[in-house]
Nanobody
Framework: QVQLVESGGGLVQAGGSLRLSCAAS????????MGWYRQAPGKQRELVAQ???????NYADSVKGRFTISRDGAKNTVSLQMNSLKPEDTAVYYC????????????WGQGTQVTVSS
């Protein structure tokens, strides 16, 4: 089992910044992927950004150039620096951890609310 604890959400004005963090604990596998997804009311959960254990990254087009994902392998944490926030970034943000060992092992955090006011 892997436990994910997120922090850093909140309310910010458009154009502002927030930093989300997620700490993983439990059965941590060295080769894994961590990422951030978000879900706005009435919409499906969508990928925001992900990072592999060798620090390869992938971003949704809507956040490229504004958001930066990073990880600290020694501390098993992943962070999402969000700059130039827009009202459409308002959503619950979820941390995700997954790895493959014969099958897919997938874990989610509890979610943290990000609200961007116009």
């Amino acid at each position: 089992q892997v436990q994910l604890v997120e922090s850093g959400g909140g309310l910010v004005q458009a154009g502002g910044s927030l930093r989300l963090s997620c700490a993983a604990s439990g059965r941590i596998i060295s080769k894994n992927n961590m990422g951030w997804y978000r879900q706005a009311p009435g919409k499906q959960r969508e990928l925001v950004a992900q990072i592999t254990s060798d620090s390869s990254t992938n971003y949704a087009d809507s956040v490229k150039g504004r958001f930066t994902i990073s990880r600290d392998g020694a501390k098993n944490t992943v962070s999402l620096q969000m700059n130039s926030l827009k009202p459409e970034d308002t959503a619950v943000y979820y941390c995700r951890y997954h790895y493959t060992a014969g099958r897919l092992y997938l874990y989610w955090g509890q979610g943290t609310q990000v609200t961007v006011s116009s």
